[in-house]
């Protein structure tokens, strides 16, 4: 399957979020709409997270409108059939027999840096790496998450491309300059590192902006030069068209609170605006294969080399 506007699958392999830690209490079930399938996800009494398909194999109920949380299975709401925290059918009430194939789609979940994330890949494999723990996430030295989110009509794809298309940071964002970049990619790891010069009330200053990519699904994004800001980014498919993007600031303590949180309110704000003259862009242009590039560019061949890893047959 491929959308109007693009030639590669919608859905590239990787982790993806699907939620914050702190949105997810112990007992009832939420659903949830990724990758084109309608998802359940609860939390056990053993405090884990769980994802599956949401629909009870039985006679079709979704499981996120009605579920029952027992333990740490889920019990449907239809005909009272239920499911352990492996997905796999361990009760009907009513019957003698449990069909052997009688089952929920259990999908990989793992929780760091305060978000829940489920491992997508097209043909069905095994995670192929893992997301890092974020150093910054909780310390003391660092504010708690201040969060963002947008759905836009756009491919994970073309949204992470920003991070090597030097040029737009100057005639879209309006920075003093085109930064200038390094890109280098180390399997599922994209790692730019981007200098340029900021305009602040006392003058120009040296900043820069290092980013890294595991997968499409998420990064970070440290930014240097007025304050340390960190910004981790998740981009999840919800179907052939949108996604839904999810950014979750964190700025390094300076002075006490109120100052911290003046500075962090500012860049959030411009961070903000960014978005705002991004997503016209993105929403309305089309994907070409073969661009025009010239040699002020920038690093976005070794970007698309890296791409191409993400997506397999079954897509």
Request: glycine share 10%; proline share 7%; with cysteine.
């Amino acid at each position: 399957m491929t959308t109007s506007r693009y030639p590669m699958p919608p859905y590239p392999n990787g982790w993806y979020q699907v939620a914050y830690t702190d949105e997810l209490e112990v007992g009832s079930p939420q659903p949830l709409h990724y990758f084109g399938r309608e998802l359940v996800i609860y939390r056990g009494e053993d405090r884990r997270a769980r994802v599956f398909d949401a629909f009870c194999p039985h006679l079709g109920a979704h499981l996120g409108f009605g579920g029952k949380i027992e333990g740490n299975d889920i019990r449907c709401p239809f005909h009272g059939w239920r499911y352990d925290g492996e997905g796999k059918c361990n009760e009907i009430p009513y019957g003698k027999r449990i069909p052997p194939s009688a089952r929920l789609r259990a999908w990989e979940v793992i929780e760091k840096n305060g978000l829940i994330m489920v491992w997508h890949h097209a043909g069905g494999s095994a995670p192929e790496w893992e997301i890092p723990d974020v150093p910054e996430y909780g310390h003391e030295d660092w504010t708690p998450y201040v969060k963002r989110r947008w759905k836009i009509k756009a491919h994970n794809q073309e949204m992470a491309e920003n991070s090597v298309d030097i040029a737009h940071f100057r005639y879209v964002h309006g920075t003093l300059t085109v930064p200038e970049s390094v890109a280098t990619a180390e399997g599922a790891c994209l790692h730019v590192d981007s200098k340029m010069k900021l305009g602040t009330p006392i003058g120009e200053v040296e900043g820069g902006i290092e980013s890294k990519a595991y997968g499409f699904g998420f990064s970070t994004v440290r930014f240097r030069g007025i304050v340390d800001t960190l910004l981790v980014t998740s981009v999840t498919p919800i179907d052939g068209q949108y996604v839904d993007v999810r950014f979750s600031f964190s700025v390094k303590k300076i002075g006490d609170a109120g100052t911290t949180r003046g500075v962090g309110k500012a860049l959030i704000a411009d961070i903000d605006k960014q978005m705002s003259e991004d997503i016209p862009i993105w929403e309305n242009k089309v994907f070409l294969e073969r661009p025009m590039l010239c040699d002020g560019d920038g690093p976005i061949g070794v970007f698309r080399s890296w791409c191409k890893q993400f997506y397999s047959a079954a897509a």
